[in-house]
């Protein structure tokens, strides 16, 4: 989402890609794990501390989250996020928005093909049919890359409505 880095990665016919803006420290994007490819945009609160102690950025201390806790960190989060998360070897993809989707996310899935982008015109560049979807906020989203479909869309946080008038989260997303 912004200028002061351009970088990609390509694995088989998976491409990552991030254009970096420089807030909290700088790590190149996309990262490269032992099993995985990470990207992602927004400010992770976790340890923040830590990050200034140690100099590290925020995407470092996520990587280290993944490093320990593999998509099941994306529920220990506290923060403004979009971030993909790809296993090359699970051919899973995994896309996670912050509680409030703060930093919003928008993928499409077509026969062949999967797009994701921070911006809808990313997605609309690549001139492929079918709905462009906006990452519902306080979701993770699985997707099968073997049959191109959503698998799971699981809620980063769980929420009590039992003292609400609301009972669901859709007037939430609407705001």
Known sequence: RGPDN?????EDN?????THLVITGFREQPIKGK???????????NDYKKIIDE????????????????????KKLDGEFAIILYYPDRKKL??????FGTKPIYFQINENSLVVG????????????????????NTIYEI????????????????DFSNQIENSYDKWIEL
């Open 6 to 10: 351009l970088n990609s990665i390509i």
């Open 14 to 18: 998976f491409i990552i890609g991030h």
């Open 35 to 45: 099993n995985y490819l990470l990207t992602y945009n927004g400010e992770i609160y």
């Open 55 to 74: 100099g590290l950025s925020d995407a470092d201390l996520l990587k280290e989250y993944i490093d320990e806790f593999s998509e099941n960190a994306f």
């Open 94 to 99: 995994f896309i996670s928005t912050d509680t």
């Open 118 to 137: 921070s911006y809808i015109s990313t997605v609309e560049c690549f001139n492929e049919s079918g709905k462009i979807i906006r990452a519902k906020p």
């Open 144 to 159: 099968d890359l073997n049959f191109l479909e959503i698998i799971n869309e699981i809620n980063l946080h769980e929420f």
